[in-house]
């Protein structure tokens, strides 16, 4: 009974969900959403870049307060986000530890702020994915103007 009521609704739902999406992506006053991806790298297990720019392990990025920052982890390992320095943020899901994990960080304060991650063990499948060189400790500096 439920069940079928909810199937009725679901179209219904999904145009509020897709008109609340769009919402949310607007760009209001210079803020958007920047997107970082964790991709696997065989020299050094891991790099990151930014708007699928060049892939590295240290990264700079300024944008204005009020921007976002989603972080999709594509690497073949878990990636846990981790704040260094900086004003101080919640960070929800920051355990990004299956294939395409997200996390989003919301930049309200201006300020610089630093992160690492730090890596899990390679999931099953991976294992026997082979690299070259030390892993790469994942740095990124934001700068939030
Ligand atoms: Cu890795």
Redesign the pocket.
């Given at each position: 009974m439920t069940l079928k009521r909810t199937l009725h609704l679901a179209p219904l739902a999904l145009a509020a969900l897709a008109a609340l999406l769009l919402a949310s992506t607007a760009p209001a006053h210079g803020t958007s959403t920047t997107t970082i991806t964790?991709s696997?790298?065989t020299k050094g297990?891991?790099v990151w870049s930014v708007a699928s720019g060049p892939l590295r392990p240290n990264l700079l990025v300024v944008v204005n307060a009020g921007s976002a920052i989603k972080f999709v982890n594509n690497?073949?390992?878990p990636?846990k986000l981790i704040q260094t320095s900086g004003p101080k943020l919640r960070l929800i899901h920051a355990a990004m530890n299956k294939m395409a994990s997200t996390t989003t960080v919301k930049l309200t304060r201006k300020g610089v702020y630093r992160f690492t991650t730090k890596?899990g063990e390679?999931y099953r499948w991976a294992a026997s994915m082979k690299?070259i060189g030390e892993?790469?400790v994942l740095h990124l500096t934001v700068r939030v103007k």
């Open positions: 964790i696997h790298h297990c891991h690497d073949v390992m990636q890596s390679d690299t892993d790469n």
